[in-house]
């Protein structure tokens, strides 16, 4: 990752430069977590849109995970073969498939969650309660913030 060429001068951009950096270190050392998973980052990325977001279609899945369609369709023969999708017609274009997560899939995610969840719940122990309030507070901000970016 290249370093910054001058830091944020502005007290709200020092802000969001440490909120930025907090929540990629927070999610990196969770997302160790998915190992157990036995799919790849770009595989679980793009299950986690279909199980979430689901059902849809390639393209919609693609926009969503930003990239090319042709980039996604390896992507989702994987999740095919691993049971975790399967692909049916679309009720509304004979021509077209939608992707729908399987019951394997939705359970392999929600372990998954579980896994991050007690990984953090495990942390958030050894905080005192007063931090502990601190980042319940923080959390309903940020919530709120995600919502005002566009």
Do not use: C, W, Y
């Not at 998973?37 to 393209?59: C, E, K, M, N, Y």
């Not at 975790?84 to 004979?94: F, G, P, Q």
């Not at 601190?134 to 995600?146: E, F, H």
């Amino acid at each position: 990752m290249a370093a910054r060429a001058t830091p944020p001068s502005d007290s709200v951009e020092r802000l969001a430069d440490a909120l930025h950096a907090a929540s990629i270190h927070l999610l990196r050392r969770l997302r160790k977590a998915d190992g157990a998973t036995g799919l790849s980052p770009a595989r679980l990325s793009a299950l986690s849109v279909v199980v979430f977001g689901g059902p849809l279609r390639i393209s919609d899945l693609a926009r969503a995970e930003q990239v090319r369609t042709p980039t996604m369709t390896p992507i989702v023969a994987a999740l095919e073969r691993d049971g975790v999708i399967v692909r049916e017609k679309d009720k509304n274009d004979a021509r077209a498939a939608v992707l729908r997560a399987t019951a394997k899939g939705q359970k392999l995610m929600a372990e998954g969650s579980a896994r991050r969840v007690a990984g953090l719940t495990a942390a958030l122990r050894d905080l005192s309660g007063s931090d502990r309030a601190t980042l319940r507070a923080a959390a309903v901000l940020m919530n709120d913030l995600a919502k005002s970016i566009p």
